[in-house]
């Protein structure tokens, strides 16, 4: 009889260590979320369309090698900043009934200010998804990430 009351102790002391524990957890999460934020925090990366400008596509095609088709363009990435930037780009790739075929993701990592890179071949090759291509092709930008590098 004399070890119930044992037990009833350690099982209290577990739960309010348990609740311990997760309230730091909370308070660290905080501490950590706010100070972020104060302290210059890298900027929200999305699609930025400002610079969709900075982003040119020519050159669509499509080919097939071993039974897989593939979509290549050519895509033009010029930085009119006056600081060195990375950029990461996507290139919608449509058929004539204007369906999404394939996308090209590029990266041009610390590119100059006032300087420009062309990216073909591997660099700018997407994999193509369904069947047959209808049709005419047309690549657009779709979306473009500038972030200081």
Do not use: W
Request: charged share 10%; glycine share 12%; proline share 4%.
């Amino acid at each position: 009889m004399t070890q119930l009351p044992v037990r009833r102790s350690r099982l209290g002391c577990g739960i309010v260590l348990g609740v311990v524990g997760v309230i730091a957890v909370i308070v660290i999460v905080a501490a950590a979320g706010s100070s972020g934020a104060k302290s210059g925090a890298l900027p929200a990366i999305g699609s930025d369309s400002t610079a969709k400008a900075d982003v040119a596509v020519s050159g669509c095609s499509v080919t097939t090698e071993f039974g897989t088709s593939f979509s290549h363009a050519t895509i033009k990435i010029t930085n009119p900043t006056d600081q060195t930037q990375s950029y990461t780009a996507t290139i919608s790739v449509n058929d004539a009934t204007g369906a999404r075929i394939s996308e090209i993701n590029t990266v041009s990592n610390s590119l100059g200010a006032h300087q420009s890179v062309t990216l073909s071949g591997p660099e700018a090759t997407g994999n193509v998804t369904g069947g047959t291509v209808k049709g005419p092709l047309t690549c657009s930008v779709a979306s473009v990430n500038r972030f200081p590098s």
